[in-house]
T-cell receptor, first 114, second 113 residues
C-alpha cells in the first residue's frame, strides 16, 4: 500500500456543489498538510494539522474547510467553489517533531470547477 | 513575493550528459533545502536534501550544491537517464518541521535518448 493515498484522483464539480477530498496515510506521521498546485505557480500551503490540531490556515477562503478526525485521515470539504479554484490538490504528511524530515505527498486530486 | 525561484521552466539534456537544475532563494533564514521530483499524475517525491551547514550532498547520481553567500543551490544529475525526465521542485525551510516549506515553480527536465 502506498504511504499517502488521495481520493478521488479526478473531480469535476459545479460552483454550487459540495464535495470532499480525502487523504489517508499509513506512515505514522504526526503532521498532515493540504497543498494547492496551480499552473505555473509554486505549491501553496493551505492547511497544516499537527497531532490532529489545525496549526496553520494560510489565508485560505472559507469555501475550503479542512477536517482531521484522526492521525491517519485528512479531509478537505469544498463548497461554492470558483473556476479559479481548479487545480491539483495535494495531501502531504511529515514528522513535525523531527527537523529536516521531508514531506511525503499523495498523488493528488485534479479538481475542475465548471 | 516568491522566496524560492526556479527561473528555468524547462531543460533538455542528452542521455549520459549532466543535468544541472538551478534554484535561488531570497530568505537568508532558510537553512534546509530539498529537491522533489514529480512525474505526471503523481505527487512529488523527495529526492535529496541539504542542510545549510554543508555545501554539498551526494546520493548516487544526484548531487546538491549550496552556495549560501549567493543564496543559490543546484541539483546535478550525472549521468542523466531518460527515466529522470520529470518536473523538479526546489524547496526551502527555515524552522523546525515542515510547516514553512516554500517551493519553487519547478523545472521540467527532459532527457533525450
Amino acid at each position: 500500500e502506498t504511504g499517502v493515498t488521495q481520493t478521488p484522483r479526478h473531480l469535476v464539480m459545479g460552483m454550487t456543489n459540495k464535495k470532499s477530498l480525502k487523504c489517508e496515510q499509513h506512515l505514522g506521521h504526526n503532521a498532515m498538510y493540504w497543498y494547492k498546485q496551480s499552473a505555473k505557480k509554486p505549491l501553496e500551503l493551505m492547511f497544516v494539522y499537527n497531532f490532529k490540531e489545525q496549526t496553520e490556515n494560510n489565508s485560505v477562503p472559507s469555501r475550503f474547510s479542512p477536517e482531521c478526525p484522526n492521525s491517519s485521515h485528512l479531509f478537505l470539504h469544498l463548497h461554492t467553489l470558483q473556476p479559479e479554484d481548479s487545480a491539483l490538490y495535494l495531501c502531504a504528511t511529515g514528522q513535525s517533531s523531527s527537523y529536516n524530515s521531508p514531506l511525503h505527498f499523495g498523488n493528488g486530486t485534479r479538481l475542475t470547477v465548471t | 513575493d516568491q522566496q524560492v525561484k526556479q527561473n528555468s521552466p524547462s531543460l533538455s539534456v542528452q542521455e549520459g550528459r549532466i543535468s544541472i537544475l538551478n534554484c535561488d532563494y531570497t530568505n537568508s533564514m532558510f537553512d534546509y533545502f530539498l529537491w522533489y521530483k514529480k512525474y505526471p499524475a503523481e505527487g512529488p517525491t523527495f529526492l535529496i536534501s541539504i542542510s545549510s551547514i554543508k555545501d554539498k550532498n551526494e546520493d548516487g547520481r544526484f548531487t546538491v550544491f549550496l552556495n549560501k553567500s549567493a543564496k543559490h543551490l543546484s541539483l546535478h544529475i550525472v549521468p542523466s537517464q531518460p527515466g529522470d525526465s520529470a518536473v523538479y521542485f526546489c524547496a526551502a525551510s527555515a524552522e523546525v518541521g515542515a510547516n514553512n516549506l516554500f517551493f519553487g515553480t519547478g523545472t521540467r527536465l527532459t532527457v533525450i535518448p
